[in-house]
């Protein structure tokens, strides 16, 4: 009896969240899933629901030797995963996932990067042109400096990504937390069932911030919510880890993804191609949580590869459950 009311609880609730809708402090609640490419993009309102699925938990992870080249061998058997202590039992697992991309582009603008702009730019089209993939994939571009602003919505049509890749001219501050929070919270967010996709932010910035309404750990909140993993490429050439760095280094290893330092320009159209390798050999796991979590906190989750200790396992490092 206490299962069956569990789970109407949860499938109450979750109707509850897909049906509600809640006002926007800055401009109607369809705006903010159409926003427009070219303007500022307004502060979403921090007490909207986030859909999520209480049922199951998606992880999409990677697999490497000591030396860093990847494992795509392995099968469910091979793994085992921990929510706290607690081993869980996966429900679904794909080997070198093909499922569809949500990527968003995340291109600092500010003043601090001007000297290399262009060459970013070139490097980040060359990425969408290797990774892409036609009626498959989709990917967005946000530009930010004082404000973030959507450059082009998701699409899968490489020609508008490019153009407005091309078309950002750098200048201003730097409003980093806010252009993760927005393309994890009002973008990638939109495509469902969520473990059906592959969502992805690559960050093309110092780290640096100073000019957001959220904080740092509230966008890798959001990016947690929407099952995101964080790719970061440092614009800093000065090979002095800076706080930026660490900000960046972070959010990578908080997600499952991994930082790039590129010091010379020449190296930069590697770092893109070390993100494109990498999506290229993930696994994926699907697991119900037990005992189901509906406290609204953060739980940790641990991938193990079975009797292997020369495996290193990347994933997000948790989930947050929806409160109820």
Partial sequence: MKTFLASLLVVCWSAAIVGGQAPQRAEPAQTRADQQPGKPIPVADESEPIRLDVTRVNLLFTVTDKRGRFVTDLTKDSFEIFEGKKQQKILEFVAESDLPLRIAILIDTSNSIRDRFRFQQEAAIEFIRSVMRPRIDKAMVVSFDTSAELAADLTDDTSKLENAIRDLRPGGGTSFYDAIFFACRDKLSLDQPRHKYRRAVIILSDGDDNQSRYSRDQALE????????????????????????????????QTGGLTFFPFKVEDLSQSFENIANEMRHQYNILYRPEPLRTDGLYHEVEIKVKDRKDMVVRSRKGYYAPKM
């Fill in 222 to 253: 959001m990016a947690h919510k929407a099952d995101v993993v964080i790719y970061s490429i440092s614009t800093n050439i000065s090979r002095v880890q800076s706080d930026g760095d660490k900000v960046l280094k972070y959010y990578a290893q």
